[in-house]
């Protein structure tokens, strides 16, 4: 059963680690990896990666992407959602800071960051506007 509007944006807002999918050209597969984002009900999507890496180029060539979310429990629920790219920019210590304490147990947070701000180099923020939305719930098993 397709999920309402409301459910949809709630799902994608909760902190389930994405599968980002890009077109990666003639010949190839579109590129899908795990990554972390950001949302908020009714907003746009952000990702963040690194300044220059294989993501950033595939996005900035295809001017797009897709991210896929899903559970198993209490029920099988995925949402899809694909849209263009409004804007990028740079990445701050303040993006890592919101990523991250979406994602890790508080005490964890300062640790990653000053972690992740002296080893992974310049980062990017992607955001995309939500155009086209696939959506499930498709019960239990």
Do not use: C
């Amino acid at each position: 059963m397709a999920l309402t509007r409301e459910e949809r944006e709630q799902f994608l807002a909760e902190p389930h680690v994405a599968a980002l999918a890009v077109d990666a050209g003639e010949g190839r597969a579109p590129l899908t990896v795990p990554i972390w984002y950001q949302y908020a009900p009714g907003g746009d999507v952000w990702i963040m990666t690194g300044a220059g890496s294989r993501k950033h180029e595939l996005i900035r060539a295809a001017g797009r992407f897709s991210l896929l979310v899903d559970r198993l429990e209490p029920t099988i629920r995925y949402v899809s959602v694909e849209g263009p790219v409004l804007d990028t920019v740079p990445g701050t210590l303040a993006h890592l800071q919101e990523i991250s304490a979406r994602y890790l147990p508080a005490e964890k947070v300062e640790g990653y960051v000053e972690f992740a701000a002296k080893n992974h180099g310049e980062s990017v923020i992607i955001r995309m506007r939500p155009e086209r939305w696939v959506t499930s719930d498709l019960g239990t098993v």
